[in-house]
T-cell receptor, first 111, second 113 residues
Framework: QQPVQSPQAVILREGEDAVINCSSSKALYSVHWYRQKHGEAPVFLMILLKGGEQKGHDKISASFNEKKQQSSLYLTASQLSYSGTYFCGTEDGGSQGNLIFGKGTKLSVKP | EPEVTQTPSHQVTQMGQEVILRCVPISNHLYFYWYRQILGQKVEFLVSFYNNEISEKSEIFDDQFSVERPDGSNFTLKIRSTKLEDSAMYFC???????????FGQGTRLTVV
């Protein structure tokens, strides 16, 4: 079952913050976040495993609430380089690699 | 830095023809995947491969698709009789397993005419 991402698109000015949400109707084993720039391959950001993890990477962090079956990606003090489409990929049964991606959230950061 | 490489970068084929998309995963990875992305849409899982066999496949991965690891380094996706709707970017990915990240190749853009 495909996870639902929200919002579908967001436009920010440099330095502003954004939150991207990913939710599933099924119990989740892990959540993977990727960023894809136009015409390029998805690039891995982070994985969150069940246990209610939070992780951070520079000014990008994420949380995973397995009870609510949802994850959120937090982008703080956004930079122009953050522009792209963000996908969450979810695993529901520990099947390695069977990531089901959401439709993506297009983030545009303007100067 | 090791990377997943895919060839060709762009393939144009006539409807009904067979195509083989090639991938060289990162050498110490054990799990291999193919994903598809129709232009402007989300990335869709096709198949995962481990220990020389398919471990998972999606509904998209029907009988016209097959995967192979013929020589221990290459990982191929074959589409037997291409259809117009097979036009998409095909990404190969590899990983070490254990809920670690998948590394994506740059993709092969397949255009079926």
């Amino acid at each position: 079952q495909q996870p639902v991402q929200s919002p579908q698109a967001v436009i920010l000015r440099e330095g502003e913050d954004a939150v991207i949400n990913c939710s599933s109707s099924k119990a989740l084993y892990s959540v993977h976040w990727y960023r894809q720039k136009h015409g390029e391959a998805p690039v891995f950001l982070m994985i969150l495993l069940k246990g209610g993890e939070q992780k951070g990477h520079d000014k990008i962090s994420a949380s995973f609430n397995e009870k609510k079956q949802q994850s959120s990606l937090y982008l703080t003090a956004s930079q122009l380089s953050y522009s792209g489409t963000y996908f969450c990929g979810t695993e529901d049964g520990g099947s390695q690699g069977n990531l089901i991606f959401g439709k993506g959230t297009k983030l545009s950061v303007k100067p | 830095e090791p990377e997943v490489t895919q060839t060709p970068s762009h393939q144009v084929t006539q409807m009904g023809q067979e195509v083989i998309l090639r991938c060289v995963p990162i050498s110490n990875h054990l799990y291999f995947y193919w994903y598809r992305q129709i232009l402007g849409q989300k990335v869709e899982f096709l198949v995962s491969f481990y220990n020389n066999e398919i471990s998972e496949k999606s509904e998209i991965f029907d009988d016209q698709f097959s995967v192979e690891r013929p020589d221990g380094s290459n990982f191929t996706l074959k589409i037997r009789s291409t259809k117009l709707e097979d036009s998409a970017m095909y990404f190969c990915a590899s990983g070490r397993g254990g809920q670690t990240e998948a590394f994506f190749g740059q993709g092969t853009r397949l255009t079926v005419v």
